[in-house]
């Protein structure tokens, strides 16, 4: 059965890590950069970030996130770059299109901080169980329904993509053209995407009733099939991530 998390189990310390630690780091990772508020200290973040996610091996995972960010940040750095209001200083022309030294240094730090961003997020989702991460917080003192919420946010994504894959080889062996041109894809999208949000809808339907059926509104105190192990170095790993927020 296909996993539907974006966790990525290859057996490296990051994925050994406490699901706290990883989490210190996501928070330390965006904070301060901002608090620091220059370029270089966004640039070694993000380096920091690549780091961990080669040694954790899960680099070409990030990619593809950050690949559809970056088209989306390309068009910011176009638009801040010919209208920003601050825009004095002119860099360079492309036709009739001028850019500006402020625009382009403004949407240098936006860029920056959201490749920031995605990269220490995805340390922590690609190398980190959600089951993991959320019997954690339950054992700290959450409540079960907010932990359910945040369990979903990390599942929805592969989920979706699978009932999509699912619905499209469905569509495709009734004849339905799915792939080929922009209009041929626009035209297979409503028939594709309608039972994606039914088949959602159900699902979370049943999960509900699978959930009740389990005792998930049960007051009773929970106990866990797994327990964490404190390895030597998590105090170590924490205090670190204290010592970038400090």
């Given at each position: 059965?296909?996993?539907?998390?974006?966790?990525?189990?290859?057996?490296?310390v990051?994925?050994?890590?406490?699901?706290?630690?990883?989490?210190?780091?996501?928070?330390?990772?965006?904070?301060?950069?901002?608090?620091?508020?220059?370029?270089?200290?966004?640039?070694?973040?993000?380096?920091?970030?690549?780091?961990l996610?080669?040694?954790?091996?899960?680099?070409?995972?990030?990619?593809?996130?950050?690949?559809v960010?970056?088209?989306?940040?390309?068009?910011?750095?176009?638009?801040?770059?010919m209208?920003?209001?601050?825009?004095?200083?002119e860099?360079?022309?492309i036709?009739?299109a001028?850019?500006?030294?402020?625009?382009?240094?403004?949407?240098?730090?936006?860029?920056?901080?959201?490749?920031?961003?995605?990269?220490?997020?995805c340390?922590?989702?690609?190398?980190?169980?959600?089951?993991?991460?959320?019997?954690?917080?339950?054992?700290?003192?959450?409540?079960?329904?907010?932990?359910?919420?945040f369990?979903?946010?990390?599942?929805?994504?592969p989920?979706?993509?699978?009932?999509?894959?699912?619905?499209?080889?469905?569509?495709?062996?009734?004849?339905?053209?799915?792939e080929g041109?922009?209009?041929?894809?626009?035209?297979?999208?409503?028939?594709?995407?309608?039972p994606?949000?039914m088949?959602?809808?159900?699902?979370?339907?049943?999960?509900?009733?699978?959930?009740?059926?389990?005792?998930?509104?049960?007051?009773?105190?929970k106990?866990?099939?797994?327990?964490?192990?404190?390895?030597?170095?998590?105090?170590?790993?924490?205090?670190?991530?204290?010592w970038?927020?400090?």
């Amino acid at each position: 059965m296909k996993s539907l998390s974006l966790y990525q189990e290859n057996g490296t310390v990051l994925n050994k890590l406490h699901s706290d630690i990883k989490l210190l780091y996501v928070v330390a990772a965006i904070l301060v950069p901002i608090l620091i508020s220059g370029y270089l200290s966004y640039a070694c973040a993000i380096v920091i970030s690549l780091i961990l996610l080669i040694w954790g091996h899960v680099l070409r995972k990030a990619v593809p996130v950050v690949s559809v960010s970056g088209i989306v940040l390309l068009t910011i750095v176009i638009i801040q770059g010919m209208f920003y209001s601050a825009n004095s200083v002119e860099v360079f022309r492309i036709g009739p299109a001028v850019f500006y030294q402020e625009g382009l240094l403004y949407s240098l730090s936006i860029v920056l901080n959201v490749f920031n961003i995605l990269l220490a997020i995805c340390v922590l989702i690609f190398s980190t169980k959600p089951s993991d991460m959320i019997e954690s917080f339950i054992d700290r003192g959450f409540s079960p329904q907010i932990g359910y919420v945040f369990i979903s946010i990390f599942q929805i994504i592969p989920q979706m993509a699978a009932t999509m894959g699912t619905i499209t080889d469905a569509q495709r062996s009734r004849g339905m053209e799915v792939e080929g041109s922009l209009m041929v894809r626009i035209k297979a999208f409503l028939p594709l995407i309608s039972p994606v949000v039914m088949s959602s809808l159900a699902d979370t339907k049943e999960r509900a009733v699978a959930l009740e059926v389990r005792g998930f509104n049960s007051r009773n105190k929970k106990v866990f099939l797994y327990e964490h192990k404190k390895r030597p170095w998590t105090r170590c790993c924490k205090l670190c991530c204290f010592w970038r927020l400090s």
